[in-house]
């Protein structure tokens, strides 16, 4: 913003400006409709080559969501940002992007189920593997890298696991064997985690969370962070003439425009509005988490609590390092089995019973029965999702309306 160097919150709320909006309105308006007109056959033409920027049609671009895109873009301090229509949008066209039938990537076995079922499912009969290992064990990562893996992925916190990837080892071992560090930002946002400080290359949302300003609508985003060299990624090689542009070249004008998972301009709106308020609701959210983290480790009706921001926590002192100050808004603990973990989850009054996470409100869930009810038991094991696993996104309601109704479901345990 013409030269001047602001705050995070500051560029939330100003930053892309509205200069470009023909009636200088403060808040950049919903261009809902679907096609744009041109002046002349020649301009046309030149839009749908990409050799002039211009709005054709909203499935591919659009004012409104390129407005959020630039925005996010700002925050991220990234060479290009893709909105879509839901996290698992952006991070399914953003492996199709970059890997072909014959590649493999390297990915953390601790994953949200959806992304696990993806990588597990979805993609292998297209002659994409996937190689899941422990991310904790350097070792392990090297020897699951050949010549044909091109990426690695990793979630900034685990979901619902709350485990954190030392992203400098990460970034090392990128580096060593030229491949595209990846990561899942989704319950960090750019707010607490500076994803190109840390040696990311591209960083994914599912923007439905936190950035929606709660829960208001879905919607995914892929940054290019600008830091890695796209001539190294053969599945760009139509791609490769357009520079360090390549990824987001094949990502707009083939694969984002041809899966039609586009942003709704009216998402987009939402979701710019939420970007403006990010930080003093990531900030509560996390206050609120780390009390209550530290509530539960102390009674004796739970086992184990999953939090980074604990410093019982094996993944505290990276969490430190990485995090801006933060925790996540996130955590999970551990009751004796399933049995108790839905009496205890169904004598809750405030907190609500639902998927999602990072909403305003606070949302409780069992993952072995849902989100990873597609899993084995074995699969489940391996991914340290137990039967009295529970896991908690913290809202940020009171903070004593919030023990009372977790003091009183404990309480039902007795």
Known sequence: MNGLHLGFETYALHGNGTDNEPHHANRYPVYSGV????????????????????????????????????KLNLLEQGLGTIALSSGMAAL?????????????????KYLFGNTYSLLKDTLSPFGIATRFVDFRDSGEIEDAIDGNTRLLLVETISN??????DFEKLAEIAAEYKLILAADSTVTTPYLFKAKENGVHVVMHST?????????????????LGTYDWSQCPALAKYHK??????????????????????????????????????????????????????????????????????????????TNQFNGHYGGVLSFELAGKKEAFLFINSLRLIRRATNINDNKTLI?????????????EEREEMMVSD??????????????LLDDINRALSALV
């Open 35 to 70: 096609a744009f007109s041109f002046g002349n056959a020649e301009d046309m033409e030149l839009a749908f080559t990409y050799r002039k920027p211009a709005h054709a049609y909203s499935r591919i671009t659009n004012p409104t969501v390129e407005n959020f895109e630039r």
């Open 92 to 108: 399914t066209t953003s492996l199709r992007a970059v890997l072909r039938r014959g590649d493999n990537l390297v990915a953390s």
């Open 160 to 165: 619902p696991q709350m485990m954190v990837p």
């Open 208 to 224: 439905t969370k936190y950035i929606s300003g709660g829960a208001t609508s879905v919607g995914g985003a892929v940054v290019d």
């Open 242 to 319: 357009y520079g360090q542009g390549a990824f987001l070249a094949r990502l707009r004008m083939e694969v984002h425009r041809n899966f039609g998972s586009c942003m709704a301009p009216q998402s987009a709106y939402l979701q710019t509005l939420g970007l403006e308020t990010l930080a003093l609701r990531v900030s509560t959210s996390c206050e609120n988490t780390l009390a209550l983290a530290k509530f539960l480790k102390e009674r004796k009706e739970v086992a184990a609590v999953h939090y980074p921001g604990l410093s019982s926590s094996p993944f505290h002192g990276v969490a």
């Open 365 to 377: 869930i069992h993952p072995a029965s849902t989100l990873f009810s597609d899993c084995t038991a």
């Open 388 to 401: 009295g696993l529970i896991r908690l996104s913290v809202g940020i309601e009171s903070l004593a309306d």
